[in-house]
């Protein structure tokens, strides 16, 4: 169906929030990030995961189940969703997640033993997120056409910086209530808040547009065309596999990021602890910036530029000898910098290669990509400081990959050259 220029100028006059659709969709931003501030408490388990080791005495392998099975079913749960969102709608998709996300949290904080926390938080919290996820960022990136990754970049902020803003409430409700109750406390404050804020979650209309790009468009020009078929597009196995090893070297380098600075620099456990919160900083500021970066120039650019980091980063942890404060902080910034990027470049090139209109479903199978590296990476930092004795071994493996990734985005990240209209 081509829309008229009347039709669209139509659209382009719809209201938001009470204000002209231009300008109330900016509130669309904030909105789904208090959403994914919500989500991303799912990552500030390490805090739970003390006190709970003591109450369940088990080991550190056994109090990690819950967190790895939430990541699991996190991207596992993406695919599917997406799927839904333009069944059943956005409003309907997040009130579902929203209320299992804080079920997940509830159920956590009656359970007696480490395999009825991996159900409650692992699956249940789990697949709720994965659920909810997808949503704010498929309606900002309809709302805001002429600024795809600034847009999303933005929105995902709120799933980066979540355990910098979070962690410090949680340690705060749980030395005032103890863990049950401070578990209660946010499951019943999720599904209120996310709750509220579905209401407000709707896609414009099919072919809506801001009146500056309707100022200079032109009804004779023709409509982009997309690869017709996700998987049989070549530049989806590229993203796919650039996406994995992207979220596999930083996820790995998360995992270990308090114990490689007491192993290898000698830091106190303290400011090994805190400087998280500087790697989280960086991983927040690099969503809106690769996002905004991936407007500008082509993906693959980007792509290249985020391993080339990570090589630097490598090198410096390779070379690192203890008392080296700043060298260990300047590698795991571009770590968390990176992944954060990541975060922001794979929804901005999925909206650039593949058709918008079924964002919501390429997305969640291009997001399986992050489920392959979570569950590689957790498993493999791990192992890797079994069999060797140190971490610094892992830096050699994540250095290859960030290599094998510029060869992978120089040659498959690129639109397909052959594109067929659907």
């Known amino acids: 169906m081509v829309t008229t220029h009347d039709d669209s100028h139509a659209n382009a006059e719809l209201t938001l929030f009470g204000r002209p659709a231009d300008q109330g969709r900016w509130l669309l931003i904030p909105l789904g990030m208090s959403i994914l501030l919500c989500l991303g408490t799912v990552y500030s388990w390490s805090i739970f995961r003390k006190p709970l080791e003591g109450e369940f005495n088990i080991g550190a392998t056994e109090s990690l189940l819950p967190y790895t099975v939430a990541l699991v079913f996190y991207a596992a749960l ?19 997640g929203g209320t299992i996300v804080g079920l997940g949290y509830i159920l956590s904080s009656f359970a007696t033993q480490i395999g009825m926390m991996t159900l409650t938080y692992g699956v249940i919290a789990g697949t709720g997120v994965g659920i909810t996820y997808g949503v704010p960022m498929a309606v900002v990136a309809r709302w805001f056409p002429d600024k795809k990754g600034l847009a999303v970049g933005l929105t995902i902020v709120g799933f980066g910086l979540s355990p910098l803003i979070t962690a410090p409430l949680v340690n705060h409700l749980i030395d005032a209530y103890t863990v049950r109750p ?16 579905a209401t407000t979650l709707k896609l414009p209309p099919q072919d809506w547009f ?10 004779s020009t023709p409509a982009p065309t997309y690869a017709a078929s996700l998987l049989k597009s070549r530049s989806f196995y590229g993203l796919w596999i650039c996406y994995t090893i992207g979220a596999l070297v930083g996820l790995s380098a998360i995992g270990i990021s308090s114990p ?9 456990p303290k400011l090994a602890a805190s400087s998280v919160a500087l790697f989280a900083l960086f991983n927040g500021v690099s969503r809106p910036l690769f996002g905004w970066l991936c407007d500008r120039f082509k993906p693959h650019y980007i792509a290249i530029a985020s391993y080339t980091l990570i090589l630097i980063a490598c090198v410096l942890m390779l070379n690192a000898q203890e008392g080296q404060v700043a060298t260990y902080l300047i590698a795991f910034c571009l770590f968390w910098f990176c992944l954060g990027g990541w975060l922001a470049m794979a929804p ?8 918008p209109d079924q964002y919501a479903q390429n997305y969640g199978i291009v997001f399986t990509a992050y489920g392959v590296g979570a569950l590689l990476g957790t498993l493999a930092t791990g192992q890797i400081r079994d ?26 990240l690129k639109r397909d050259r052959l594109i067929e209209r659907p």
């Open 78 to 96: 993406m695919p599917i969703a997406g799927f839904y969102i333009p069944r059943i709608g956005t409003r309907t998709v997040t009130a579902i």
């Open 182 to 197: 401070a578990l209660r406390i946010l499951g019943i404050a999720f599904i209120l808040i996310i709750l509220a804020i």
């Open 210 to 219: 801001p009146k500056r790009l309707l100022a200079t468009q032109s009804t």
């Open 260 to 268: 490689v600075g007491e192993e290898i620099i000698n830091i106190d």
């Open 348 to 355: 901005t090139t999925t909206l650039r290669f593949f058709n």
């Open 387 to 412: 069999w060797f004795g140190s971490y610094t071994y892992a830096f050699y493996p994540m250095a290859l990959l960030a290599m094998v990734g510029i060869v992978v985005a120089s040659t498959m």
